[in-house]
């Protein structure tokens, strides 16, 4: 009996760790991340104005990072600001870095309302902008 | 008595499956994509010559693609030729995306033997190229 309820502790314990290994694993993992799958890669590239004061522009980046909780079709976001010390830059100080499933879920965001809105609110601060987009190989 | 050795068994088991988890975990996932672990991107657009042949085209695209198989500081690598329907792109066609781990491996990566190979056999066929790096966030 003591073998008995010592067993059941000791599956429940095994299978506690199993489920709570594929658990984390699951969440870790994106689904655009799987290897051998292409994605498309959304860059944006911004040149901020001379005089858009640094609170215009962590405005901007905050407005940019607040996106992906707004449109699902944003599987992946990140972004940075330059510091390549190349000197090829040509003057492009911010890069956001969007992943999508499909032609289709582009063509949902580039007219979405939150994403038209952000464009306004950026659009004063702006000298340039530079995108590409990119099937992931 | 008993219990002290089941004590020991069940603690091995614990100590074992951690220990598969953690190894599986590092295989099945590149330490660049843990998740809030920043890494550090490098972004290269090229614009070729007009005169460029699809041949020259493919032969750089091959020889960039082969630089992470000769260079191990490069922990990740993929490309892909643009397809952004907004008009944004200011002639740049290619997207080369690489990560490092460090700053330091960048500082190896660039002047690399094999890189600067590359470069040359780049340099006729380039109208332009821009290159951005940031850590991502």
């Not at 799987?34 to 040149?47: D, I, Q, T």
């Not at 990140?78 to 999508?100: A, I, R, Y």
Request: proline residues 4%.
């Amino acid at each position: 009996m003591k073998y008995q309820i010592l067993g059941v502790v000791l599956a429940s314990v095994i299978s506690g760790l199993f489920g709570l290994k594929i658990g984390e694993h699951a969440a870790a993992k994106p689904a655009e991340e799987v290897a051998g799958e292409e994605v498309l890669r959304h860059v944006v590239l911004f040149k901020f104005k001379d005089d858009a004061s640094a609170e215009d522009v962590q405005g901007v980046e905050e407005a940019f990072a607040a996106l992906p909780g707004k449109i699902e079709e944003i599987r992946d976001f990140e972004w940075g600001t330059n510091n390549s010390p190349e000197g090829l830059d040509q003057g492009f100080t911010h890069c956001f870095f969007l992943t999508f499933h499909s032609e289709e879920d582009r063509a949902t965001y580039l007219p979405h309302p939150d994403h038209k809105l952000f464009g306004k609110a950026l659009g004063p601060h702006l000298d340039k902008v530079l995108v590409v987009d990119y099937w992931s190989k």
